[in-house]
């Protein structure tokens, strides 16, 4: 059986500061009809200069708490979900708990790359599994800009930065907030040349004088990534609707990893949840990694799209590969 958590708050935030398709043009050879109808995206929002990860974390995160009518001193737990922590040490988590004025408490970094927040939400289970009292801050927050290569137009035009953020407590029963009913995450190394950052870390040491190369930036092989997240979201979708009981026709909004307005198509039309029914939000903010699902969800949620009584299904892919899915009540 399925162990239960609540959503009991959530929150986002994506930096006012907007980068659309026509500012690329001007950048790198491309176009807005080129954009547009290969990923669908046609703006995305970029941190002003010395906006880090932690601070956009820390206002999604404020969101979450203050919906869940908690206060930053009730948090027991932090989970960050990031690959783009403003440093490897502190880790990113204290330097979110230091925004928030917290002290004392667990916090930590999770990288699953843009699946990070569902698997942040399966730890955030398990520990209120564990501690009936803990209410755990699970927040994604990624600057991806400052890991893009704005001379490469295969990537540069796909990714923004935000946060998303959710307050998790122990299951409180049907009708209070958001019911997490069950997730599944996988992984497959394989794919890991995919998709990758690998400058500043041990299989790519920086090493003081040496110019920054391109391996500091998003590398990615773009359609096998789209072949890989379309089969992925739409495996482990199903594999958990059926674990749980439900068919594709009880789900009343899909909120998928917001990549490409493609893939997401793809992905509903596969799982079989009509087109009306997905949530899209990636033409206005791009990919923002990690942040990309609670982002959605949050959005999805405050513009009635998301319903109180919907079966709401969340699934995200990202390098790794990493992926999964998560069923939600409202
Ligand atoms: C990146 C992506 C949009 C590229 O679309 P695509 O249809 O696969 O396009 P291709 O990479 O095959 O490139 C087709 C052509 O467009 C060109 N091109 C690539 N980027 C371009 C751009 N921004 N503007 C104009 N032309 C571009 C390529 O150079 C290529 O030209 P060529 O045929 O002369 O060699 C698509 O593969 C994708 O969305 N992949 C998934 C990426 C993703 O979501 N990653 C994150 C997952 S978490």
């Known amino acids: 059986m399925s162990i239960h958590c609540t959503l009991a708050g959530i929150g986002r935030y994506a930096p006012d500061k907007i980068l659309s398709n026509s500012d690329l043009e001007k950048l790198v050879d491309t176009t807005d009809e080129w954009i547009v109808t290969r990923t669908g995206i046609r703006e995305r929002r970029i941190a002003d200069e010395g906006m880090t990860t932690a601070d956009m974390a820390a206002k999604a995160s404020a969101m979450a708490i203050e919906n869940a009518g908690f206060t930053p001193e009730d948090i027991t737990h932090i989970l960050l979900a990031t690959l783009t922590p403003d440093s490897a040490v502190p880790p ?4 979110l708990a230091l925004r928030l004025g917290i002290k004392h408490i667990a916090a930590m ?6 699946s990070g927040f569902l ?3 399966d730890l955030a289970r398990a520990i209120t599994h564990m501690d009936s009292d803990a209410k755990v801050l699970v927040t994604a927050s990624d600057t991806l800009s400052h890991r893009t290569n704005w001379d490469d137009r295969t990537t540069c035009i796909l990714f923004g930065d935000a946060s998303g953020s959710a307050v998790v407590t122990a299951d409180q029963g049907p009708g209070k ?6 997730i599944m995450l996988s992984s497959d190394p394989a794919w890991g040349p995919m998709l990758t950052v690998h400058g500043g870390y041990s299989g790519h040491p920086y090493k003081k004088g040496q110019p ?11 359609r096998e990534v789209y072949k ?7 495996a482990i979708s199903l594999e958990l609707l059926a674990r749980n009981g439900y068919t594709p026709d009880d789900v009343d909004v899909l909120v998928p990893h917001q990549a490409n307005v493609r893939i997401i198509e793809a992905v509903g039309k596969k799982i079989g949840v009509p087109r009306e029914q997905v949530f899209v939000n990636a033409d206005r903010y791009g990919n923002t990694s990690a ?5 959605a969800m949050s959005e999805a949620y405050d513009t009635g799209f998301i319903k109180p009584g919907h079966l709401v299904l969340m699934t995200t892919f990202g390098g790794g590969f990493t992926w999964g899915s998560a069923l939600v009540r409202f």
Not at 109 to 114: E, F, G, Q, S, T
Not at 212 to 222: P, R, V
Not at 228 to 234: I, L, Y
């Open 119 to 121: 698997y942040c939400l």
């Open 212 to 222: 920054i190369d391109d391996e500091y930036f998003i590398q990615m092989q773009g």
């Open 177 to 182: 907030g958001g019911r997490v009913l069950d």
């Open 228 to 234: 890989h997240a379309v089969r992925s979201m739409t």
């Open 92 to 95: 990113g988590a204290t330097s």
């Open 291 to 295: 942040a990309s699902a609670p982002l």
């Open 109 to 114: 970094d999770v990288n699953a790359a843009c």
